[in-house]
Nanobody, 116 residues
Framework: QVHLVESGGGLVQAGGSLRLSCAAS????????RAWYRQAPGEQRDLVAA???????YYANSVKGRFTISGDNAKNTVYLGMNSLKPEGTAVYYC??????????WGEGTLITVSS
């Protein structure tokens, strides 16, 4: 079992920056992918960025060049650095750990509000 806790959300003006953190506890030995998703009001939950076990990364087109996903294995933490935030980035951001056995663990989410 893996428990995830996100932090770092809040209110930011358009063009500003934030960094989200997701701290994991429990058995993370089978984790293959660490990722961030977001869900805007009335919308589906979408993948924003992913960090694979080989160190490669994936970014949604809408955040390429502005967001950076990184991890600290020693701290069992994954981060999402976000620059040049846009109002359409207002959403609840969720941390996700995916295992080699197709089990998904989710955090409770952290709200980011980007004001115009």
């Amino acid at each position: 079992q893996v428990h995830l806790v996100e932090s770092g959300g809040g209110l930011v003006q358009a063009g500003g920056s934030l960094r989200l953190s997701c701290a994991a506890s429990g058995n993370t030995i089978d984790i293959s992918t660490r990722a961030w998703y977001r869900q805007a009001p009335g919308e589906q939950r979408d993948l924003v960025a992913a960090l694979l076990s080989d160190g490669s990364t994936y970014y949604a087109n809408s955040v390429k060049g502005r967001f950076t996903i990184s991890g600290d294995n020693a701290k069992n933490t994954v981060y999402l650095g976000m620059n040049s935030l846009k109002p359409e980035g207002t959403a609840v951001y969720y941390c996700n750990f995916h295992t080699y056995y197709s089990v998904d663990y989710w955090g409770e989410g952290t709200l980011i509000t980007v004001s115009s």
